[in-house]
Nanobody, 124 residues
């Protein structure tokens, strides 16, 4: 059973950086493409970023516009999301998710395991 544990969410000032981490309990980590999603109160969830199993392909939500970076350390079974120049509308619960198979994907329905979420608050 694959389990995901996110960390790093906190309250930050607008414009500030933040790094989220997600540790995956799986001996076949590279067999999973990974994604970060977010959901703000009253809004639908949306893809933030996704990365292939090998880490050689990434994709981002349209709103990211170069401010965020997804990466993974396959030796540590960890995927990261670097958030830069955070805006108040970036406040949300951020979820890490794993997709069976190494090919990158951006639809939430393609992901089979989800973490519990980590809260990001942005103050202006």
């Amino acid at each position: 059973q694959v389990q995901l544990v996110e960390s790093g969410g906190e309250s930050v000032q607008a414009g500030g950086p933040l790094r989220l981490s997600c540790v995956v309990s799986s001996v076949a980590f590279t067999a999973y493409a990974m994604g970060w999603f977010r959901q703000a109160p009253g809004k639908e969830g949306e893809i933030v970023a996704a990365i292939s199993g090998a880490g050689d392909k990434t994709d981002y939500g349209d709103f990211v516009k170069g401010r965020f970076t997804i990466s993974r350390d396959n030796a540590k079974n960890t995927v990261y999301l670097q958030l830069n120049n955070l805006k108040p509308e970036g406040a949300a619960v951020y979820y890490c998710a794993a997709k069976r198979g190494p090919l990158i994907a951006t639809m939430a329905s393609q992901y089979i395991v989800w973490g519990q979420g980590t809260q990001v608050t942005v103050s202006s």
